[in-house]
């Protein structure tokens, strides 16, 4: 049954997904920090509130993924912001998140270089993604 995107519900099945992936668990190995997602407001979109999501990822575990304020993304090691149809575009895998950094689509706070090494956990967190059934608030 779909979710909602970037709801509770969708947080607790990401999660699931990013520590059932083998390949995550070994291209995370090492990764110590939080990474915030902020997703912008577009009303136009139905997506009238901005979210946050908050991600306690460490060496290969998701160990928390929470659906919170932009504000509360801001607080982690790596926040990305972009709006919410950008997000959209990374979620179906139209948009690389990395080539989005690199191309400033997704905004970086934090260590590039550092995400760049860690850039096939990133990819296969958006796998993750994928797995996860949506309901788009802009396709209802």
Same mark, same amino acid.
């Given at each position: 049954?779909?979710? *909602?995107?970037? %709801?509770?519900?969708?947080?607790?099945?990401?999660?699931?997904?990013?520590?059932? %992936?083998?390949?995550?668990?070994?291209?995370?190995?090492?990764?110590?920090?939080?990474? &915030?997602?902020?997703?912008?407001?577009?009303?136009?979109?139905? !997506?009238?509130?901005?979210?946050?999501?908050?991600?306690?990822? !460490?060496?290969?575990?998701?160990?928390?993924?929470?659906?919170?304020?932009?504000?509360?993304? @801001?607080?982690?090691? !790596?926040?990305?912001?972009?709006?919410?149809?950008?997000?959209?575009?990374?979620? *179906?895998?139209?948009?690389?998140?990395? #080539?989005?950094?690199? @191309?400033? #689509?997704?905004?970086?706070? &934090?260590?590039?270089?550092?995400?760049?090494?860690?850039? #096939?956990?990133?990819?296969?967190? *958006?796998?993750?993604?994928?797995?996860?059934?949506?309901?788009?608030?802009?396709?209802?």
């Amino acid at each position: 049954m779909a979710v *909602t995107a970037f %709801s509770d519900e969708w947080a607790k099945e990401f999660k699931d997904e990013v520590n059932k %992936s083998p390949v995550y668990k070994t291209a995370a190995k090492g990764w110590k920090w939080t990474v &915030g997602l902020v997703v912008e407001a577009e009303p136009d979109k139905h !997506f009238p509130e901005s979210k946050g999501i908050v991600m306690d990822l !460490f060496d290969g575990e998701a160990r928390e993924i929470t659906v919170g304020t932009a504000a509360d993304a @801001q607080k982690c090691d !790596f926040v990305l912001t972009a709006p919410y149809s950008r997000w959209k575009e990374v979620a *179906t895998k139209q948009l690389d998140a990395t #080539k989005g950094m690199l @191309q400033g #689509k997704l905004k970086l706070k &934090g260590d590039l270089p550092t995400i760049v090494r860690y850039t #096939k956990a990133s990819q296969e967190m *958006t796998e993750c993604t994928t797995r996860v059934p949506v309901e788009w608030p802009d396709e209802k």
